[in-house]
């Protein structure tokens, strides 16, 4: 069975320091692998996605993350907080088909202080 | 631009009672999908269909059924209902291969 790590469910950062949150998974088969961002009250929407193109996938809002196979992570990382960027992030993983079915991983959640 | 619509918003429940969480999408998609959030659990599935008359459970679903009779709805019902099942539940859809779901808002339901 696919499982993900999120280690940290809380994370504080600074108004324009690093953002980085940490995810590990185990799959016994190359892994689509997520990333999920939840703001307040409202359902997730997708940060980006790994695709086996590049280990480096660039996402929306200046979000990316680092696929690294032998350590089975996929670290999410933004060069300079702002604001907006408080919320909780989740990384997921993905069955292939038929089903597409999403393991989750606990959650962290962002807190930017000005 | 619809996307996925899950109705209603917030619910409370009385121990025992049944309900049925309603969704729907616009995006003919062939997937789609129950979770269920609880804090610091991240997201569980519930059930999940690939498509018109197939349905399957997932990690969680003692307590819940589902159906799915056209593409569009995929409703969640809950027969009796208990405080384990306070929660908040999103519905999503995918398309198949390595692709995106799509979430619905959420519905908020309190079992008392």
């Known amino acids: 069975a696919q499982s993900v790590t999120q280690l940290g469910s809380h994370v504080s950062v600074s108004e324009g320091a690093l953002v980085l949150l940490r995810c590990n998974y185990s799959?016994?088969?190359?892994?689509?692998l997520f990333w999920y961002v939840q703001y307040p009250n409202q359902g997730l929407q997708l940060l980006l996605k790994?695709?086996?193109?590049?280990?480096l996938v660039k996402g929306i809002n200046g979000f990316e993350a680092e696929f690294k196979k032998s350590e089975t992570s996929f670290h999410l990382t933004k060069p300079s907080a702002h604001m907006s960027d408080a919320a909780e992030y989740f990384c997921a993983v993905s069955d292939a088909d038929p089903g597409n079915k999403l393991t989750f991983g606990g959650g962290t959640r962002v807190l930017v202080k000005p | 631009n619809a996307g996925v619509t899950q109705t209603p918003k917030f619910r409370i429940l009385k121990i025992g009672q049944s309900m049925t969480l309603q969704c729907t999408q616009d995006m003919n998609h062939n997937y789609m999908y129950w979770y269920r959030q609880d804090p610091g659990m991240g997201l569980k599935l519930i059930y999940y269909s690939v498509g018109a008359g197939i349905t399957d459970k997932g990690e969680v679903p003692n307590g819940y059924n589902v159906s799915r009779s056209t593409t569009e709805d995929f409703p969640l019902r809950l027969e009796l209902a208990a405080p384990s099942q306070t929660s908040v539940y999103f519905c999503a859809s995918s398309r198949p291969g390595n692709t995106e779901a799509f979430f619905g808002q959420g519905t908020r339901l309190t079992v008392v």
């Open positions: 790994y695709t086996s193109a590049a280990t």
């Open positions: 799959s016994s088969v190359p892994p689509y």
